[in-house]
């Protein structure tokens, strides 16, 4: 069955799919007030058919009454907003994707000709110290 429920949901993966925890909420209308309704729709759909539908054998009066009642009740479940929240535990395979770019453009040297790309470069390479910014003395030697 949760097979078939993920399936309907679109959760496409392995067997290790399962449900690990779910939830039904309702977001719609006051829950007794739609109660109140149902059964007043009930008992007025039940009588209606008892007083109205005489050419009707009992049996075919009962069951239209409560195929009428059944469809009054959906509608009502429809107005409560119901919302099936599902949380799925499965292993997910990801890609891992590398770039390898050994062109020549590659071994182009960058041209640092100011002090503050020099002091940057000595910052990334862990010559300078990142805290103290771009203010500290550099040896030229060390930052390329």
Known sequence: MIHLLLKIIGAHGTDALDIADWSLEFRGANFGLLLLAGLGLAVLTVWLYRRGAMELRPGWRYTLAGLRVVFF?????????????????????????VLL???????IQDARSTDADLQRAAIAKGVLDARAGLGQPLDRGKAR
Request: net charge positive.
């Open 101 to 107: 770019d050994a062109t020549s453009s590659m071994r």
């Open 73 to 97: 009740a959906a509608v009502l479940a429809l107005v409560m907003q119901p919302v099936l929240q599902l949380g799925i535990d499965g292993k997910v395979r990801r890609s891992f994707v």
